[in-house]
């Protein structure tokens, strides 16, 4: 069967990259494997028809998940999973979404998880429940934001390309 693995050489890391960490800290779920995903990992599939329906709602978009990325953020993660600025298209230029989902939640008093998009005025937060998530555009450059927080916290990144309508 197939397995899901982690990426382990993707070098645009906050700090030195370290592709064995890489590795550890990721999960790659391939667009082959999503059907597997769907079928298999509790809840995956209505969190995809939920973020497609918000896209939809948003932006009039009719989309579709191409693939997803599995990530363990701290500080200690900075040379597997905190990026430096980058596109989402870079792999496949016709992602048009991103939108990352924090799996885990905020203890109280805890400082958010923060994205940067490049550009914007500030850093966006993440809410502090689990579900909270960001939503921009693959093709804005982006970068992850180095912890605040002690804590390591998962999160998913979903990304989804333009359907094509039925005939």
Do not use: N
């Amino acid at each position: 069967g197939r397995r899901a693995l982690g990426y382990a050489s993707y070098e645009k890391t906050l700090d030195a990259h370290d592709a064995g960490l890489q590795s550890a800290h990721t999960l790659l779920l391939t667009h082959a494997l999503l059907p597997s995903v769907r079928a298999h990992v509790p809840g995956f599939q209505e969190m995809e028809a939920t973020l497609a329906s918000w896209l939809h709602e948003r932006f009039g978009s009719v989309v579709e998940l191409f693939y997803c990325h599995g990530l363990r953020q701290s500080p200690h993660t900075l040379k597997s999973t905190g990026f430096d600025v980058h596109q989402d298209t870079e792999d496949f230029d016709f992602i048009e979404y991103t939108v990352v989902v924090k799996l885990t939640a905020d203890v109280e008093g805890e400082p958010p998880s923060q994205m940067r998009v490049v550009g914007c005025e500030r850093h966006f937060d993440y809410g502090p429940a689990a579900g909270s998530s960001g939503l921009f555009r693959a093709r804005l450059f982006h970068a992850s934001v180095a912890p605040r927080s002690e804590r390591e916290h998962l999160k998913l990144a979903f990304f989804f390309r333009e359907s094509a309508p039925p005939l």
